[in-house]
């Protein structure tokens, strides 16, 4: 018999880490307002947007975001996303 309630308890971060998928609508808040987007894709590995260097990596994954208000990109942690379906 398999205890399935110990895999989600054995490694917190990979629920955190997938939370999210390409096309997913989320939110997040912004220096002036909530701010509202698409998820564009998972980083895993360091990558630059726009001169900001984005040190994402399979352990610390970022997600790259499309602002609906500027249609700009960003790249936000997970924690710092929310579903807004």
Do not use: C, R
């Amino acid at each position: 018999m398999t205890d399935t309630s110990k895999s989600d308890k054995s490694n917190p971060d990979q629920s955190k880490s997938d939370k999210f998928k390409p096309g997913d609508v989320v939110q997040w808040h912004s220096a002036q307002e909530q701010t509202k987007g698409v998820v564009k894709q998972k980083l895993t590995e360091p990558t630059e947007i726009k001169d900001h260097h984005v040190a994402a990596a399979p352990s610390n994954p970022e997600y790259l975001v499309v602002s609906d208000k500027t249609g700009q990109e960003a790249a936000h942690k997970p924690e710092s996303l929310e579903s807004m379906e």
